[in-house]
């Protein structure tokens, strides 16, 4: 099993900046893919950025040149660096976890962005 714990979200102006921090924990094996998901009220979880332990990394077309998506394999950590944020980006941001074919989820963290 593995366990992750999100963090970093909040409230800002459109325009701002936020960074979130997913720490994994528990069986965490060496090779894996780790992501951050997003879902908006009444609509379905998407895809934001992904990358593998060799830093490879995939980002939605609506988040590139704005979301950087980084990780230090060391502390088991994935990073989420969110600049020029746009109301459209408001959602819970989900820490993802891929290793073994098996999913693993965070809790969540609410990103909520005004206009």
């Known amino acids: 099993q593995v366990q992750l714990v999100e963090s970093g979200g909040g409230l800002v102006q459109a325009g701002g900046s936020l960074r979130l921090s997913c720490a994994a924990s528990g069986s965490v094996f060496s090779i894996n893919v780790m992501g951050w998901y997003r879902q908006a009220p009444g609509k379905q979880r998407e895809l934001v950025a992904g990358i593998t332990t060799g830093g490879r990394t995939n980002y939605a077309d609506s988040v590139k040149g704005r979301f950087t998506i980084s990780r230090d394999n060391a502390k088991n950590m994935v990073y989420l660096q969110m600049n020029s944020l746009k109301p459209e980006d408001t959602a819970v941001y989900y820490c993802?976890?891929?290793?073994?074919?098996?999913?693993?989820w965070g809790q969540g963290t609410q990103v909520t962005v005004s206009s």
């Open positions: 993802n976890h891929k290793q073994d074919w098996r999913n693993y």
